[in-house]
Structure formats: C-alpha cells, structure tokens
C-alpha cells in the first residue's frame, strides 16, 4: 500500500494527473455531447445537462491536446453511455496519458466504469479488476477510485505491483558500474 501512495505522489508532483484527468473528463463530455457548448457556458455540468440520459456512443475515442498540440491523452472505450443527471458509464475504458518524457507515459485500463459528475470535479470508479500501468511498474486491484477535484486516487481489493526499475520511483538513477581493471 505504501509503495501504492508513494506512486500516486510521484504522479501528482509531475502534475499529469490533473491535467490529463481535466483533459479526459471534458474530452468524454465532448465526446458525449457531439459539439461544443457556448463560450459563457463553460463546465462539466454543461456539457452534460445537453446529453439526454440513455444516450450510448459506441467505439469512442477522445484524444486531448496541450496548447502547443502535443497530445496529452487519449480515451477509448468500447461503450459511453449517459446513465442519469450526475454519471457517464463506460466499458474498456483505456485511458493513455503521454508526458514530453515517454518513459513517463501511464495507461489505465478498466474493465467498466462510472464516472460520478459533481460541480467542482468527479469520481471516477470501477468495481472490477483494474490495472494502470507505465514503463517502470505495473499495479493492478480489485477495484480503482480517483476523485479528480483532490487528484487522489486508491486502489483496492487483493492489490499486486510489480516494480520494473525502482531507481526511477525513488528518484535514484541507475548509475552505471565502474569498470574493473583487467591484468
């Protein structure tokens, strides 16, 4: 769990969380909504509330980019559906976040999902077997929480992580080994 929490704060010091999440919440809402709402109607309850409850896109996906057009994150899903007034329910639902650093780069992976809306962020979670996974480790639960207005996520049930390098989550580099004299 420690190495779970230690994970979560290295991706909240880089700051991807938050804006790939932001990124991918209005993507989806987008996505959902097929346009793009009126400059002084800004926020996810607007976007949401032009979506009828029931509303099912099928085989989504959302890219999202920064200022300079360097693609900050893409969602597919097999299934979007708006279920009610305050939730979007997906399933497949892979979420790709790229960083300038493509070592840093972080894939999520969830079998289904609800995304819970509320004014000054949202929830999403998943009761199924879930997995977010970069090139230096992998961590995979029974179920995945993260609230985006905190930018704080848990994951839980019977939870494994692998760690690939951990010189990389401690900040250490892998220094190279001097080499020995030969006679």
């Given at each position: 769990m420690a190495l779970f929490a230690t994970s979560l704060e290295l991706l909240q010091r880089r700051r991807l969380a938050l804006s790939v999440t932001l990124g991918v919440l209005v993507g989806l809402a987008m996505f959902a909504l097929g346009e793009q709402p009126a400059a002084d109607d800004s926020g996810m309850g607007a976007f949401l509330k032009?979506?009828?409850p029931g509303a099912v896109n099928k085989g989504a996906v959302i890219p999202?980019?920064?200022?300079?057009g360097r693609r900050t994150s893409l969602i597919t899903a097999d299934v979007v559906r708006r279920v009610d007034d305050e939730?979007?329910?997906?399933?497949k639902l892979v979420v790709q976040m790229f960083n300038a650093d493509p070592g840093k780069d972080l894939r999520i992976d969830l079998k289904t999902a609800f995304y819970q809306m509320a004014?000054?962020?949202?929830?999403?979670?998943?009761?199924?077997r879930s997995r977010v996974s970069r090139p230096d480790f992998e961590i995979e639960g029974d179920g995945l929480i993260f609230d985006t207005a905190k930018n704080q996520g848990r994951m839980t049930?019977?939870?494994?992580?692998?760690?690939?390098?951990?010189?990389?989550l401690s900040g250490e580099g892998t220094s190279p080994s001097k080499p020995?004299?030969?006679?």
């Amino acid at each position: 769990m420690a190495l779970f929490a230690t994970s979560l704060e290295l991706l909240q010091r880089r700051r991807l969380a938050l804006s790939v999440t932001l990124g991918v919440l209005v993507g989806l809402a987008m996505f959902a909504l097929g346009e793009q709402p009126a400059a002084d109607d800004s926020g996810m309850g607007a976007f949401l509330k032009m979506v009828p409850p029931g509303a099912v896109n099928k085989g989504a996906v959302i890219p999202s980019f920064d200022a300079s057009g360097r693609r900050t994150s893409l969602i597919t899903a097999d299934v979007v559906r708006r279920v009610d007034d305050e939730r979007l329910y997906a399933e497949k639902l892979v979420v790709q976040m790229f960083n300038a650093d493509p070592g840093k780069d972080l894939r999520i992976d969830l079998k289904t999902a609800f995304y819970q809306m509320a004014a000054s962020g949202g929830v999403l979670r998943s009761t199924e077997r879930s997995r977010v996974s970069r090139p230096d480790f992998e961590i995979e639960g029974d179920g995945l929480i993260f609230d985006t207005a905190k930018n704080q996520g848990r994951m839980t049930g019977n939870i494994r992580m692998v760690i690939f390098d951990s010189g990389s989550l401690s900040g250490e580099g892998t220094s190279p080994s001097k080499p020995r004299p030969t006679k």
